[in-house]
């Protein structure tokens, strides 16, 4: 007997959750988009194990976690390349003081 | 049927195209502006000239005109014209005057940057009043009477750069609007009762006794309280006399001859609804006699040659409706035949008026004096003008006041008699004081050294006035009383007739010699004060000056208005703006203060910061989640 | 226990452990340190659910590519980044309570789940994992294949558009 599906996805919550938490704590860019990350592996970690322990065990699964890995590089890249842009301009990565949506 | 009286409803129209083609084209016409409104005025009285020679001739039954105007469910409210004795006497003193004033205008406003305005003006003016004469109905009049009233005001405020013309504009509008106030509800309540405007309907509803006496009474004081506006009766003839800011013309146009006459002309055409009411044909007798005395007691010590004449024409206006107050034939045709002597007389004195104000430019008649020799026709008609308002026979004045006296005394009104008389004593002795000081004597200042007589476009009409104010008395000698006559043939004269049975009574000769001797009296007096000065001027204001005081000080009306109404509405007004700053405001502040507190606490949630934005999303994702679960939204776990 | 169990109970402390001491840590260069951690028994936990494709790109994506990516975000923007001053109290414990509410209501789902009713299938392929993805890549989701690879050719030009310097 294999480890149960539910230990698999309990651990995944816990790091959804520490992901969510510092997402929507820290105050530097670099360590909100590090969090988003983390919650974004938990989902694989479901995916994954969904994959093998599912109702509808496919190979489906895996895919779609390559699916995210990409779109998860894509979005670092592309986050990084804002936070560089940004601190160019605004000397900061304060996310506090990114507040330009107000205006 | 072909009558003129079919083509009567011409006579207000050619006004009204004057008043157009000078609206439209008037900056292009400039001084031609004149001629347009002369030649349809001319138009008009032509017309009323004839509709009026028809009727007179041939005695002819009332015409009466109408159509449907609206319908208002079962009602049908018609508009039309109607032409009978009185508004056809009327419709010719009204296009009389109107085109005389015209004529004399153009002498007296050439120069103005504002001509054709003021044509323009007098042309609606004539058309109004035209209007107003001709109605059928109360509805209409109603119209008219503001119309004319709007008109008053734009003429009074003429000279609008003058804080007092703007003053006197909006005084003569607001005062005159109370009594409207009066007529609109006289209006309304005749048609609750009668269900319908047309005069004759009413007359023949109170005829046959569907309305209740006490209605009856109410509408006709309440009408009387409209023609007490109009016609600058007690206690609401505080604006005629400032009314004087507007151009001389304007003053004797309107504020002599036709507007305030409006009044009378109404109580006269109303008449079957007063007769109905004794109550009424009181207030109306007894406000017209106070008015009478008051306001000639206050004439005798005005220093503005126009505000002399402005109280002489509410004393006279007060004569009228004591006339008709007292009622019977006599008093009818009295009131309406010095109605038309004094629309002549009174407008011939204005534009003298006018002329020495246009030589001399004051209108202070200490300022005055020597004039006869400078203008001797200005001075001659002026003199004309006097003796006719003052009651020495054969002027015109003396043939309608004493029919006045007659009327009252035989009715066995003595109160009133003496009133009158004391009244005429005061006319003929301020008409005079003003003559003298105007013409007689020795020139005071450089402008009246230097004065000379008006041009002959305003001389003309001050003549052809001069002759109408003496001849006409002769249309209604007592011995030949063909206005009378003819006025009792109409429908209302006979109604009139009917209910007083007794002849249109004469005093016999000692009641003319009174009335004689009581205005030579007048003038006698005047003479030793002002002409021959053996007697002291200031013997009154020096022996009792709170008296002479109170008479130039009008009474204190204007003062007391001040303090009663102006005053009191004033702190009125002051309490509801504090009621409106404090309560009505304090309410309006609080919803835009709690607009402005939710959009505050809304603005702080809105910081911009995503990760707020992120916290909000994930309370809103948790209640949702938690209540879906708990309230049975999603079942899970079979 | 078998050995299975105790391979996950590590890799799983490891997980959880990396990713609180990324929350805890104050300096920004050991957060990525312990979040690569994560990553990496992130990756074990792959293998253990024999998903070993999806395991060596986790290795080569996040603990490679994305932790890199991450110090040279670093390097770039400011080189002793630290998460100090934090924010006002208030907010940490209202964004603490709503995770922790999140938690309990998934965990309480996860528990109250009837796992044993779901009938298990055992991934039965004769195939290697390797082989599996391949065919299904290239067959079943060769379209959104193609449009992720598109993807990423944006996100590489949008990244150096964005991250080079403006010219004046």
Partial sequence: MDVHISSYLLVALILFCVGLFGALTKRNAIVVLLSIELMLNAVNINLVAFSKYGVNAAISGQIFTLFTMTVAAAEVAVGIAILISLYRNRDTVNVDEMDQLKD | ?638 | MSASYLVFFLLGLLTIGGAVFMINFKRVVHMVIAVGVSFLSIAGLFVLLGAEFVAISQILVYSGAISILMLFGIMLTKHDASEEGSKSKGRVWLTFLGVAALFVVIFTGIQNTNWSAIPVKENTSSLSNVKEIGIEVFTKYVIPFELVSVLLLVALVGAIVMAKKEEE
């Fill in chain 2, 1 to 638: 049927m072909d009558t003129m009286m079919q083509y009567a409803w011409l006579v207000p129209l050619f006004p009204l195209i004057a008043f157009a083609i000078i609206l439209s084209f008037g900056r292009q016409l400039k001084e031609g502006a004149a001629y347009i409104s002369i030649l349809f005025t001319g138009a008009s009285l032509l017309l009323s000239l004839l509709t009026f020679w028809e009727r007179f001739k041939d005695g002819a039954q009332d015409y009466v005109f109408s159509m449907t105007w609206l319908k208002v469910g079962d009602y049908v409210i018609p508009a039309g014209f109607e032409i009978n004795q009185l508004n056809a006497m009327m419709l010719v003193i009204v296009t009389t005057v109107s085109l005389l004033v015209q004529i004399y205008s153009r002498g007296y406003m050439h120069g103005d940057s504002r001509f054709p305005v003021f044509y323009q003006y007098l042309a609606l003016f004539t058309f109004a009043m035209l209007g107003l004469v001709i109605s059928p109905n109360l509805l209409q009049v109603y119209i008219f009477w503001e119309l004319v009233g709007a008109c008053s005001f734009l003429l009074v405020g003429y000279y609008f750069f003058k804080p007092q013309a703007k003053a006197a504009a909006k005084k003569a509008f607001i005062v005159t609007r109370i009594g409207d106030v009066g007529l609109f509800i006289a209006i309304c309540l005749l048609f609750w009762q009668t269900g319908s405007f047309a005069f004759e309907d009413i007359f023949t509803a109170v005829e046959n006794g569907k309305v209740e006496p006490a209605i009856i009474t109410l509408s006709a004081i309440l009408i009387f309280v409209g023609a007490a506006g109009k016609s600058g009766q007690f206690p609401l003839h505080t604006w005629l006399p400032d009314a004087m800011e507007g151009p001389t013309p304007v003053s004797a146009l309107i504020h002599a001859a036709t507007m305030v006459a409006a009044g009378v002309y109404l109580v006269a055409a109303s008449f079957p609804l007063f007769i109905a009411s004794p109550e009424a044909l009181n207030v109306v007798a007894y406000v017209g006699g106070f008015t009478a005395i008051f306001a000639a007691t206050i004439g005798i010590t005005q220093r503005d040659i126009k505000r002399v004449l402005a109280y002489s024409t509410v004393s006279q206006l007060g004569f009228m409706m004591m006339a008709l107050g007292v009622a019977g034939a006599a008093g009818y045709v009295a009131g309406t035949f010095h109605l038309m002597t004094h629309a002549f007389f009174k407008a011939l004195l204005f534009l003298a008026a006018g002329s020495v104000i246009h030589a001399v430019h004051t209108q202070d008649v200490f300022q005055m004096g020597g004039l006869s020799k400078r203008m001797p026709i200005t001075s001659f008609v002026f003199l004309i003008g006097c003796l006719a308002i003052a009651g020495v026979p054969p002027f015109s004045g003396f043939w309608s006041k004493e029919e006045i006296l007659a009327a009252i005394f035989s009715q066995g009104r003595f109160d009133l008699l003496i009133i009158a008389m004391l009244a005429a004593f005061c006319t003929a002795f301020y008409m005079f004081r003003l003559y003298y000081l105007t013409f007689k004597g020795e020139a005071t200042t450089e402008a009246t050294k230097k004065a000379h007589e008006s041009p002959s476009t305003m001389t003309l009409p001050m003549l052809i006035l001069a002759v109408l104010a003496i001849i006409a008395g002769f249309i209604n000698l007592p011995n030949n009383p063909i206005l009378g006559n003819w006025l009792m043939s109409g429908t209302v004269g006979q109604y009139i007739m009917e209910r007083y049975t007794e002849e249109a009574g004469h005093g016999g000769v000692w009641l003319q010699v009174t009335a004689v001797v009581i205005s030579l009296l007048g003038i006698g007096l005047a003479y030793l004060m002002y002409g021959k000065k053996s007697v002291s001027s200031d013997i009154i204001s020096e022996q009792v000056p709170w008296l002479y005081r109170l008479s130039y000080r009008k009474y204190y009306i204007d003062e007391i208005y001040d303090v009663v109404f102006v005053r009191s509405f004033r702190g009125l007004g002051h309490l509801l703006s504090l009621f409106d700053r404090y309560v009505v405001g304090g309410i309006g502040f609080l919803v835009g203060w709690t607009a402005r507190a939710i959009g505050g606490v809304n603005s702080r949630l809105q910081t911009g910061q995503l990760q707020m934005f992120g916290l909000v999303v994930l309370m809103g994702l948790v209640i949702l989640v938690v209540s879906l679960t708990t309230l049975g939204g999603v079942p899970y776990g079979q």
